[in-house]
């Protein structure tokens, strides 16, 4: 069966709601870097459009209503909003979940140190990474300090105009013999990925006018390092020790292609789903059943933690709902849990011709013909996998080609190569309906991954239609 590409089914209106849509998710990317920054900012945007924070309507003990907006925050890395619809909450919701962390590498909590005259920051990375695409590009530093007092300091340096950014290097080519014999998972190692943050020695003027003496201090760059870190961010080096800080690539998100058809930028697995089901959220009203849209951390670490996708953060959130809806008992939160539908987003592998050995024609996605949904997940015989069933499939099949929505069924790439997984499994075991979906993605988990604006499109009208319908 062969997909249409969808760029060649829109008309003029269309295409200027893709663009508007489109424009809005790069900025998105550019100004969310990390988990946090997505939490700050879809914050702001639900604040604007009603949404109010559970928290406060619990201290009110105020009764919800259909049509009421409602949002929680987890650790400020993780969210849940919903939107009440007219039937019960006992006859299940309709939800859109999606991760908001990213590969990435994560600075050490003992991390500075000067050797050879340049000063360093030790990282560990995050999630899967071809290591040797990190070395030699910008790079940036985002999230927090949290000294001893509790005072949390932002830190994001990197993106903004006019400031510096950070790099790995990398060995030069004339001396690469060795090197280039490495297998590419060695060939840069992970201990190996420690940034350089400085060159310049500290200079103790009243010392230097006193003794004349060029005495060379130790560890001079790293002591200059620490001096502007404490003019800057009244930061000492131990506070590092309680410190998240996440080094990405630097610089936004970038139109790509003379026919700006595709995005580059970092971060989009899974931001490209994370954001469509937000704003999907936002562009619906007098729903029938329930929406949610959950958007968690941890899950390129396997979905662990407090804020990751396996905590009780979704279970809890939704026994409050229910209890401010007046209607809460553990046997209708279950029933709640398991008469619901979801759809897991997460990015899919996108065909690469230049790699094309890597992957099954048939059954795989392509830039540019929509949403993708994905039966099943997983490695070697599926293992790992939330495997939806007929069903529920049949089901959105319906729903999708009625509103018209480009879709693709797809698999990661041929069998036995290797495999991944998501947060599908997750909320399977509640018993409710769940399959992965998406938007196929080329050189994933890459510093700079690449997206259709058309499936960034699909998807969000997908979402839309779904949350609606399902
Ligand atoms: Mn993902
Ligand atoms: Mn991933």
């Known amino acids: 069966m062969e997909n249409k590409n969808v760029w060649t089914t829109y008309n003029k209106r269309q295409l200027k709601e893709l663009e508007t849509l489109n424009a809005d998710y790069m900025q998105f990317l550019t100004e969310c870097k990390t988990e946090r920054e997505c939490v700050d900012y879809i914050v702001t945007e639900m604040e604007e459009q009603g949404y109010v924070e559970l928290g406060k309507l619990i201290k009110e003990n105020k009764t919800l209503q259909p ?3 409602i949002y929680t925050v987890n650790m400020n890395k993780s969210l849940i909003m919903l939107q009440i619809g007219k039937a019960p909450l006992e006859e299940g919701i309709n939800i859109l979940g999606a991760h908001i962390d990213s590969p990435r590498m994560d600075i050490k909590q003992n991390p500075l140190y000067e050797d050879g005259g ?5 990282t560990h990375y995050y999630g899967g ?19 001893k007092d509790g005072t949390t300091i932002l830190i994001n340096v990197g993106d903004k105009e006019g400031d510096p950014v950070f790099f790995i290097s990398d060995l030069l080519i004339h001396l690469s013999a060795e090197q ?7 060939v840069i ?13 500290y200079v103790d003027e009243d010392k230097k006018k006193k003794d004349k ?11 200059s390092i620490l001096k502007i870190l404490k003019d800057y961010y009244d930061m000492e080096e131990e506070d590092f020790l309680s410190a998240e800080l996440e080094v990405v690539p630097a610089g936004k998100a970038y139109e790509a292609g003379f026919d700006r058809s595709m995005i580059m930028a970092y971060g989009q697995d899974d931001r490209v789903c994370a ?4 704003r999907a959220m936002f562009a619906v009203e007098e729903l029938e059943k329930t929406a949610c849209c959950i958007l968690v951390d941890k899950e390129e670490i396997g979905s662990v933690g407090a804020t990751g996708m396996q905590s009780m953060f979704f279970e809890n959130t939704m026994a409050e709902v229910m209890n401010l809806c007046g209607d809460y008992n553990e046997l209708k939160l279950r029933r709640c849990l398991a008469n619901s539908n979801m759809l897991s987003s997460d990015v899919s592998s996108a065909f690469d011709p230049s790699y094309a050995s890597s992957f099954d024609k048939k059954n795989v996605a392509y830039l540019g013909k929509g949403m993708v949904l994905c039966k099943f997940t997983g490695a070697r015989g599926k293992s790992g996998s939330n495997d939806a069933n007929a069903e529920y499939l049949g089901k959105l099949r319906g729903i999708f080609d009625k509103d018209k929505v480009a879709f693709q069924l797809a698999e990661l790439g041929k069998v036995d190569l290797g ?3 998501t947060i599908a499994y997750i909320l399977a075991k509640y018993g409710m309906n769940v399959i992965d979906c998406g938007v196929a993605v080329l050189n994933m988990h890459a510093p700079y991954e690449v997206t259709s604006k058309a499936d960034v499109y699909e998807t969000y009208r997908g979402y839309i239609s779904f949350i609606k319908n399902a």
Not at 213 to 223: G, H, L, Q, S, T
């Open 67 to 69: 049509g009421d907006k």
């Open 118 to 122: 340049l000063a360093y920051l030790d």
């Open 129 to 147: 990474i071809k290591k040797y695409q990190w070395v030699t590009i910008p790079l940036a530093l985002h999230g927090v300090v949290v000294k």
């Open 180 to 186: 280039l014999e490495k297998k590419a998972a060695k």
């Open 189 to 201: 190692e992970g201990e190996a990925l420690d940034i350089v943050i400085g060159s310049r020695p």
């Open 213 to 223: 003496e060029d005495k060379a201090e130790k560890e001079a760059v790293k002591k």
């Open 275 to 278: 954001f469509p089901s937000y």
């Open 419 to 421: 495999g991944g997984g």
